[in-house]
């Protein structure tokens, strides 16, 4: 059973769509992460979140935090070819414990 | 500044054989944390090493195993390899370990296939 649940698990758009991805979890976390993983290459750190509402925003990619600390959502908006990727959360449960990375998102953005 | 370098980038071996990975993480970074990554299961926490000493550690088998130098590189090393550690195994590198805001920068990987 995963820590973290993600949905969904595949997605294909089509370039400048909006989309929404979603990270679950029935724990409460003190942060949670979220990386882009492109072919070929380790994971790329995009945001940290650490306090339970917060929303932050990275150009396009708007990424926001629950208010239980349970959940996280990432919002790409008028997405490009260049956001494809598997898109991964990591959440940590207490300060001096591992990540635990979800199972991700795969998008693909068709030009 | 130079990423996190992972060595060798590709290797076959064999069941039954061991296999010692590299990871030579951002100067400066004392964490190095290494992780199993497959289709099936995505990423999976293998250990943790802070100042030569391990941290943190997964839910693995004792055939899988690390440790830490004193400039901070770290090596894993895998035991009797089985069909199903063939993966791709990624170190990642951190200033401390277990902040809240702990920034985990991660090298291209070693793609271990076991046949």
């Known amino acids: 059973t995963q820590l973290l649940e993600q949905s969904p698990q595949f997605l294909s758009i089509q370039e400048g769509e909006n989309l929404t991805v979603y990270c679950n979890s029935s724990?409460?976390?003190?942060?949670l992460q979220w990386y882009r993983q492109e072919p070929g290459e380790g994971p790329v750190l995009l945001v940290t979140?650490?306090?339970?509402?917060e929303v932050k925003k990275l150009k396009r990619l708007t990424f926001q935090f629950g208010d239980a600390r349970k959940d996280s959502s990432l919002h790409i908006t008028a997405a490009q070819p260049g956001d494809t990727g598997l898109y991964l959360c990591?959440?940590?449960?207490?300060?001096?414990?591992?990540?635990?990375f979800g199972p991700g998102t795969r998008l693909s953005v068709l030009p | 500044k130079a990423g996190v370098t992972q060595t060798p980038r590709y290797l076959i071996k064999t069941r039954g054989q061991q296999v010692t990975l590299s990871c030579s993480p951002i100067?400066?970074?004392?964490?190095v944390s290494w992780y199993q990554q497959t289709p099936g299961q995505g990423l999976q926490f293998l250990f943790e090493?802070?100042?030569?000493?391990?941290?943190n550690k997964g839910n693995f088998p004792g055939r899988f195993s690390g440790r830490q130098f004193s400039n901070s590189r770290s090596e894993m090393n895998v035991s009797t390899l089985e069909l199903g550690d063939s993966a791709l195994y990624l170190c990642?590198?951190?200033?401390?370990?277990?902040?809240?805001?702990?920034?985990?920068?991660f090298g291209s990987g070693t793609q271990l296939s076991v046949l």
């Open positions: 990642a590198s951190s200033l401390a370990v277990g902040g809240t805001n702990e920034k985990l920068f």
């Open positions: 090493y802070f100042s030569e000493t391990q941290r």
């Open positions: 100067s400066g970074h004392r964490s």
């Open positions: 979140v650490v306090t339970g509402g």
């Open positions: 990591a959440g940590a449960r207490n300060y001096g414990q591992n990540f635990v």
């Open positions: 724990s409460v976390f003190s942060s």
